[in-house]
């Protein structure tokens, strides 16, 4: 079976930061990598496909990076409304999360 | 507007059955996989089953495999989920999710989510 890892798990920054999380497939993936944003009480919202795509009404500050076994999400610009935490998913399996903080 | 409304959740008792619905609205519901994806209050995700369009193809996670079932009605717009054999770490907000087309089971579309509780 795939493993997702994730880093950070948390993180705070202040708003206009740029702000990086990581995924880590234990094994190739290919471009097969998807990202979510939830937010407290809320059902996950897809944010990333395949790996770059930037899913219809994400904002443009998001965009994702990375093959293989090595991806990146990142915000460009932290917004207050960007508070939440972050999962990567393959198929059937998400990573453990990233949460973002202000 | 794209919309799942998922049903059938509540307090069970280990050992228990339950049956999830989820109907499905907005999109032409016969021409997408559908998944259903678990959430431990407080911790994190986990895909649990999904199904192709036509109902031809069914695929579980190694921890329900045997004890869930996946189906859907496309006369009905729904997707269901029957769960036997309850045990305590099947507690979980379950969702039922749309996969986007053309990519490898990207979730673009989610329900609320209905709570099951396993415990006695």
């Known amino acids: 079976d795939i493993q997702m890892t994730q880093s950070p798990s948390s993180l705070s920054a202040s708003v206009g930061d740029r702000v990086t999380i990581t995924c880590q497939a234990s094994?190739?993936?290919?471009?097969?990598l998807n990202w979510y944003q939830q937010k407290p009480g809320k059902a996950p919202k897809l944010l990333i496909y395949?790996?770059?795509n930037l899913e219809k009404g994400v904002p443009s500050r998001f965009s994702g990076s990375g093959s293989g076994t090595h991806f990146t999400l990142t915000i460009i610009s932290l917004q207050p409304e960007d508070i939440g935490t972050y999962y990567c998913?393959?198929?059937?399996?998400f990573g453990p999360g990233t949460k973002v903080e202000i | 507007e794209v919309q799942m409304v998922e049903s059938g959740g509540g307090l069970v008792q280990p050992g228990g059955s339950l049956r999830l619905s989820c109907a499905a609205s907005?999109?032409?519901?016969?021409?997408?996989?559908m998944s259903w994806v678990r959430q431990t209050p407080g911790k994190g995700l986990e895909w649990v089953a999904n199904?192709?369009?036509?109902?031809?193809?069914?695929n579980y996670v190694d921890s329900v495999k045997g004890r869930f079932t996946i189906s859907r009605d496309n006369t009905k717009n729904s997707v269901y989920l029957q769960m036997n054999s309850l045990r305590a770490d099947d507690t979980a907000v379950y969702h039922c999710?749309?996969?986007?087309?053309?990519?490898?089971?990207?979730?673009?579309?989610w329900g609320r989510g209905t709570l099951v509780t396993v415990s006695s």
């Open positions: 395949d790996a770059s």
């Open positions: 998913q393959q198929y059937s399996t």
């Open positions: 094994q190739d993936i290919s471009k097969y």
């Open positions: 199904i192709k369009e036509d109902g031809s193809d069914k």
């Open positions: 999710a749309r996969e986007k087309l053309f990519t490898a089971s990207a979730l673009d579309s």
């Open positions: 907005g999109f032409t519901f016969s021409t997408y996989w």
